[in-house]
C-alpha cells in the first residue's frame, strides 16, 4: 500500500510490538523470583516430597514390597496412600517400616475406607505417622 495507510498500519504494527516488549520487560523486573530459578534458592527439600502411590498402583497390586523399595531406592522419604492393595492396613504399615518410608497422606472415601482398598475384611488401622 501506498501513502498515509501504509504509514498508519506501520505505526499500528510498531506500537503493538512496541508494547507487548514494554509488558514483557516489565514483568520480568516485577517477578525477580520467576526469573531466577537458582537451584539453591528453589530447591524443595527430599522429607517435604511425597508420591502418590495411585500413579504406580498396577506395579503396587503384583510387588508392593519392590515397588516401594524402589521408591526408597531412588529418594523417597513419604508417600500418599491410595489403598492397601489386598493387604491390610498393619501388613501395609510393616512394608512401609521395612523400606523406611512414612505415609504423608491418604485418600479417604466418605466412609472412611481408603478408596482404592479392595479387601475390606480388615477393620482400619492407622497407617499416617
Given at each position: 500500500?501506498?501513502?498515509?495507510?501504509?504509514?498508519?498500519?506501520?505505526?499500528?504494527?510498531?506500537?503493538?510490538?512496541?508494547?507487548?516488549?514494554?509488558?514483557?520487560?516489565?514483568a520480568?523486573?516485577?517477578?525477580?523470583?520467576?526469573?531466577?530459578?537458582?537451584?539453591?534458592?528453589?530447591?524443595?527439600?527430599?522429607?517435604?516430597?511425597?508420591?502418590?502411590?495411585?500413579?504406580?498402583?498396577?506395579?503396587?497390586?503384583?510387588?508392593?514390597?519392590?515397588?516401594?523399595?524402589?521408591?526408597?531406592?531412588?529418594?523417597?522419604?513419604?508417600?500418599?496412600?491410595?489403598?492397601?492393595?489386598?493387604?491390610?492396613?498393619?501388613?501395609?504399615?510393616?512394608?512401609?517400616?521395612?523400606?523406611?518410608?512414612?505415609?504423608?497422606?491418604?485418600?479417604?472415601g466418605?466412609?472412611?475406607?481408603?478408596?482404592?482398598?479392595?479387601?475390606?475384611?480388615?477393620?482400619?488401622?492407622?497407617?499416617?505417622?
Amino acid at each position: 500500500m501506498c501513502g498515509p495507510q501504509a504509514e498508519q498500519h506501520s505505526r499500528r504494527t510498531f506500537l503493538n510490538v512496541a508494547t507487548a516488549a514494554l509488558t514483557v520487560g516489565a514483568a520480568a523486573i516485577a517477578l525477580p523470583g520467576t526469573a531466577d530459578a537458582s537451584p539453591a534458592r528453589r530447591r524443595v527439600p527430599l522429607d517435604k516430597i511425597s508420591i502418590q502411590l495411585y500413579s504406580l498402583r498396577s506395579l503396587l497390586q503384583n510387588d508392593p514390597e519392590g515397588t516401594l523399595s524402589a521408591l526408597a531406592d531412588i529418594g523417597y522419604r513419604k508417600v500418599e496412600l491410595a489403598g492397601t492393595y489386598g493387604r491390610s492396613a498393619t501388613e501395609f504399615r510393616a512394608i512401609l517400616d521395612r523400606c523406611h518410608l512414612k505415609a504423608s497422606s491418604t485418600h479417604v472415601g466418605t466412609s472412611g475406607q481408603p478408596t482404592g482398598r479392595t479387601d475390606h475384611s480388615h477393620p482400619p488401622t492407622p497407617l499416617l505417622n
